[in-house]
């Protein structure tokens, strides 16, 4: 992610979104700024927009965030050939990539209000349960527990704090062929 001048976040040196000599630059997530101004109202579709511009190895493969709400992100893959296997059944590869955007998608839906103010959001455990091969179109959504969203929207200080993340991936017969669980650990600047 490229930082921009849209927010600014107050760290110490050494740490994220530290300058060299102390001085506060903006942290990476600061691109959403101006989707997120409105704490009360944020531009959920926008952030959808930047989170697809974002990433460049989601465009290399074709994989869409096509919705973030506040309770749920999807991700699409498409029906495509290049993304089989061997067996001629969606890569594994390219379903952990769908779950891995449908989870940080997720969390930028639900904490949207904070979101340009995070510092980092970083995998730090992912688990996958693959439970029937994946054939045509895939769709990964994205579920934050809302207990852990909830506590960290009522905040207002700086933080770090870990977060439990679902991905569950649905086949084109809307069947689960997968469950992904992530373990983020997080950094959020204070408001």
Known sequence: MTPTSASTTA???GQPGAAAGGESRPGPF???????ADP?????????????????????VGIDIT???T???????????????QLGTVHAGA???AADLAGAAAVAGALAPRLSRFEYLVVRDARSTFRKPANGRVRAIGLVDER???????GTGPERFDLDVRALLYDDADVLVARFHFDYACAIAGD
């Open 40 to 60: 009360g109202a944020p531009d959920l579709d926008r952030i959808r927009e930047i989170a697809n511009a974002i990433v460049p190895f989601r465009r290399f």
């Open 71 to 85: 309770e749920r992100s999807v991700v699409e893959i498409p029906d495509r050939p290049d993304l089989t296997n």
């Open 11 to 13: 760290t110490s040196p």
């Open 95 to 97: 379903l952990f990539l």
């Open 67 to 69: 919705e973030i709400d």
């Open 30 to 36: 600061a691109i959403f700024g101006p989707a997120t």
């Open 148 to 154: 852990e969203a909830r506590r960290v929207l009522a």
